[in-house]
């Protein structure tokens, strides 16, 4: 099911009595998060006495369908939310040795539902595909007693980009397609962090006046970054007119082009030990260097990946060793830092 066929059935009236929330998209969950909580809680009071949260990585499911199964003194209706199911599924042995036992509570509780009690069972740690895909369908096996799968996926480019026009539009935010496009990168096409910077960009541009690269640059976490890695991209592309036209916008936007040149050595050192690693993809590898304890979320594992895609290991190490040499050159007398990063430019990348 889709989150907004569930947002269909609260329209109706008809919530499950149990649902399996399931992916890790936070926009559209939170949307059907809320609307559920709207729907069987609708004043302040109702949630205040209704609303109980239980976490499965530091409780049973026994417990928790024991409290669902007590009928309040206090509340008519209850929403019990339930974070980490994936703590539940059985693990080594006891996954070996078959063990139910969450699952047959669960079906003995849907024998038997209280009335007024919904319970969301949440995970939102696994996404679709990639190495989670058999975790998600253990997951589903486990909680097969539950008819209401609703899923979560990551918004598409396409689709996030849809979405930042719409909440552009509702919040009467005028913005540009490159500054839309600068917006995706930011914010890594997260759904969530879309429609929080696109709220925070309405309270701080002017009224009838479109963003600027400017605006995005002040109010959007790691815009500055986009537009660097921007320049790799095109690097990596071998584009040096593009490049240079990057390389211009930084240092009208003052840019300091040593940080800049900082954060190409750390995007190529990553993509050549990922592909020195033969890592597959943006999961792998957020999954890969956050095990070795190097710091990766996932707007920066795209980066990477993209990274990888466009360098082939030859050129990867030829770039490292040209960033190397700007990087000396920019602690020498020279006439701006400009130049440096300009003359790199022009060795990294063929001519045209």
Known sequence: MTAEQFLSLLVKGKPPAVSLFLGPDAYMRKLCKDGLVAAILPSAEDRESGWSRWDLAETSIAKVLDDASAMSLFAANRVIWVAGAEAAVP????????????????????GNPTPGTTIVF???????????????????????????????????KESARSLALELAAER?????????????????????????????????????????MDDLNVMVPNARAANIFALVAAIGKGDRIQSLDILDTLVREGEYLPLALNFLATQFRLALAAHEAKLKGSMQIQAHFTKSGIAMWKARAEQVEQTVNAFTIPKLKKAIGLVYEADQSLKDTRPDDRTVIEEFIWKVTPKN
């Open 91 to 110: 693990k080594g042995r006891a996954k070996a040795d078959e063990d139910t036992s969450g699952l047959k509570e669960i079906e003995a509780y849907l």
């Open 122 to 156: 949440d995970c939102s740690r696994y996404d679709f595909d990639g190495d989670d895909k058999t975790r998600v369908e253990n997951l589903r096996k486990f909680y097969s007693a539950v008819k209401t799968h609703v899923e979560f996926p990551r918004f598409t």
């Open 172 to 212: 009467k935010l005028k913005i540009g397609p490159k500054e839309l496009e600068l917006l995706l990168e930011a914010t890594g096409a997260d759904a969530a962090l879309i429609d929080q910077e696109i709220e925070k960009l309405s309270l701080y541009a002017k009224p009838g006046v479109a963003v600027t």
